[in-house]
């Protein structure tokens, strides 16, 4: 079994002379230009000739309807694989005539490999990853998979052991393709603290040593912010590396770590072993040695500038400023007055959102109480809940140009919230999202609503 890395999230895994192709990104950038897989490569499409395509889930660096426009005309009859119905249904409306919806931790058999998709342990986390087995020796793909703890982890390995028939596999996986990154790029944009996050860097640790892997190879954090969100890179990758496969050879002693590195081939052999080819799959990834960028390994999180409003769709000012106006009143007001009753606070709430459009600026109040929600077109200093948007960027959101993954991700989105009622006994924390343009449009409907627009403009 051979695993060829495209990048980021991207590999192409060749078992039993069948192709499976996880998670394309074809082109250089994504997330609406806010990235670039690092280092730039270009991508031989060709070379790849795919017979399965696994979606692991639906966000914008895995599920690429770019990358799958491409796909589906070189090949129609490729077989797709995804555990999400929506992902699915948009890909059967790109062209794509075989689709399989797969549930978690469900078994799925090919001509001599066998795969086992992997679960999320938490509420509302869609991501996914991938087991494949052949010839009794194991990968395990995990992509984005979110562990609650190091017991979630052998929960899945030991009942894809029982599915597949391996008890060998609760004793080892061969080759663990890791999410390793405790990635902190949105701390700056919810007000969080962006010092090192050592408690969940240590408990990813203990969850890749669960899996009792005899080599690790970190994936799925092959990125970079490009100009003019660059100052995110300073946030976002707090471990290079480098150090963490220095820190994998440390936590589980005897496993061999390697790097994540695009147009490199990772061979497991028959005895368990795998060797790392740096230019394996050079003809299929071709690194543009010209333009040098690397994935960020200068953690800096000193200084987070305000929200600046690029305006990549160049929507006019005042086009941006009705639509969101219209938003506010028809739709955000009466979303924050069906949740008043759930917020646990017994005084009115005051959401200021600041809005900023290139050389100048809006601000909304929205008081919120049991009878209704008012909108004042003002600025109120004494706020319970502050969002600061880039007013193109909201407009596109609302019109589904773009989703709320590319707003935060990009930094023109900041989100904070100081919503309390004193006591005798102290402060009673009221009950409020602190992104509160999400009570009228949620994250997930947002990126549905996104690609629904990119479907139909393809028709």
Known sequence: ??????????????????????????????????????????????????????ITHAHTDHFDLASLRRLVRTDPQMVVFTSDTFVGESCKRLGFSSVH???????????????????SYTDHVTEWGMIVECA?????????????????VRTTIDTAAQGLGLASLSERVDLLLA???????????????????????????????????????????????????????RFSHPVPMKRFCEDIRKRIPGAVSYEGTPGARYVLHHDGTTTYEPRGASQMVHLDEHV?????????????????????????????????????????????SRAFVHMNHPAPLRFLLELRYGQRDEAYTLTVEGTGTHVAARYESQWDALNVVSGSQLCAVIEGRACWGDVLLSGGLRAFERAYTVTEEGID???????????????????????????????
């Open 136 to 152: 009794n020796r194991v990968a395990w793909n995990m992509v984005d998979t979110v562990h609650r703890n190091a017991l979630d």
């Open 292 to 336: 040098i960028t690397t994935p960020p390994e200068q953690w800096r999180p000193v200084t987070v500038p305000d929200v600046i409003d690029h305006n990549p769709w160049q929507i006019p000012y005042e086009t941006a400023s009705t639509v969101i106006a219209e938003w506010l009143r028809d739709t955000l007001a009466p979303a924050l």
């Open 179 to 233: 999410r390793w990154q405790p990635l902190c790029e949105i701390a700056p944009m919810l007000g969080e603290r962006t010092r090192f996050a050592g408690k969940a860097y240590n408990a990813t640790l203990d969850e890749l040593s669960a899996a009792r892997p005899t080599t690790v190879v970190p994936a799925s954090a092959g990125g970079r912010h490009v100009a003019p969100f660059e100052w995110l890179n």
């Open 1 to 54: 079994m051979e695993w060829n890395y495209l990048g980021h999230a991207g590999w192409l895994c060749v078992a039993n002379g069948l192709r499976i192709l996880f998670d394309p990104l074809l082109d250089r950038t994504h997330h609406g230009g806010v990235f670039e897989v690092a280092p730039r490569r270009t991508i031989q499409l060709a070379a790849l000739r795919p017979d399965f395509l696994v």
């Open 429 to 459: 924390r009221a009950n409020v999202g602190v992104t509160f343009v999400y009570y009228g449009l949620g994250y997930d409907e947002s990126f549905r609503r996104y690609i629904a627009r990119e479907l139909d403009t393809v028709g």
């Open 101 to 119: 919806v797969a549930a978690p931790l469900e078994r799925v058999d090919l001509d001599g490999v066998r795969l086992v998709t992997s679960r």
